[in-house]
């Protein structure tokens, strides 16, 4: 079955700094790579998502990279600010998938430094 | 509702008892999913429900596990004889196509004694 492996675990960085999360996953044939943000005590929340057809995607100061042939995809925030602090979860649905379920991987904790 | 909502927000309970956890989705949206999240961990799929029906019961851990969805609303997931390795946060969401994007509930956060 599909795998994601996510890195780094934990990552700090200064407020208005980059900072960049990288997802591997297993199965060749996953054709969606959603990204969540968690907010302590909250559920995820989608802050943006690529499909396979699809190399990059931008919205505002988050973009998403998608390597096919590598098969890992990433998650870059730029101009960082505190409150962008939270976990990060990319997952991938695989293909075929008709229940839309997700595999995720195992988070990342963000912290920008004010 | 504006979002999807769950109950109870956190639930203490002693080995072998039975839980209820209930899920309220986004009205109309047919597809709703439950997730299990241990500390520190991603989430772990564990049944998809399209419309009342559950084509997908793949990742429940044990026959200790059931869920249910009722008027294609509102859903609840069951935990028989709680073992302390059931402890997580069960997060459910809904969504209004079947490969659509999900929104989360805010979980119930499930502590077996």
């Known amino acids: 079955g599909e795998n994601v492996e996510q890195h780094p675990s934990t990552l700090s960085v200064q407020e208005g700094d980059s900072a960049v999360i990288k997802c591997t996953y297993s199965d060749s044939a996953s054709n969606y790579f959603p990204w969540y943000k968690q907010e302590l005590g909250k559920g995820p929340q989608l802050i943006i998502d690529?499909?396979?057809?699809?190399g990059e995607k931008k919205d505002q100061r988050i973009a998403v990279t998608l390597n096919k042939t590598a098969k890992h995809f990433s998650l870059h925030i730029t101009e960082t600010q505190p409150e962008d602090s939270a976990v990060y979860f990319c997952a991938a649905r695989p293909f075929p998938s008709n229940t839309g379920k997700l595999i995720f991987g195992q988070g990342t904790t963000l912290q920008v430094k004010p | 509702g504006a979002g999807v909502s769950q109950s109870p927000s956190n639930k203490v309970t002693e080995k072998g008892k039975d839980v209820e956890l209930r899920c309220d989705p986004i009205s109309g949206h047919t597809a709703l999913y439950w997730y299990r999240q241990r500390l520190g961990q991603g989430l772990e799929f564990l049944i998809y429900f399209q419309g009342n029906s559950a084509p997908d019961k793949s990742g429940l851990p044990s026959d200790r596990f059931s869920a249910e969805r009722t008027g294609e609303s509102v859903s609840t997931l069951t935990i028989q004889r709680t073992q302390q390795e059931d402890s997580a946060v069960y997060l459910c969401?809904?969504?209004?196509?079947?490969?659509?994007?999900?929104?989360f509930g805010p979980g119930t956060r499930l502590t077996v004694l």
């Open positions: 969401a809904s969504s209004s196509q079947v490969l659509g994007t999900g929104f």
């Open positions: 690529i499909r396979s057809n699809v």
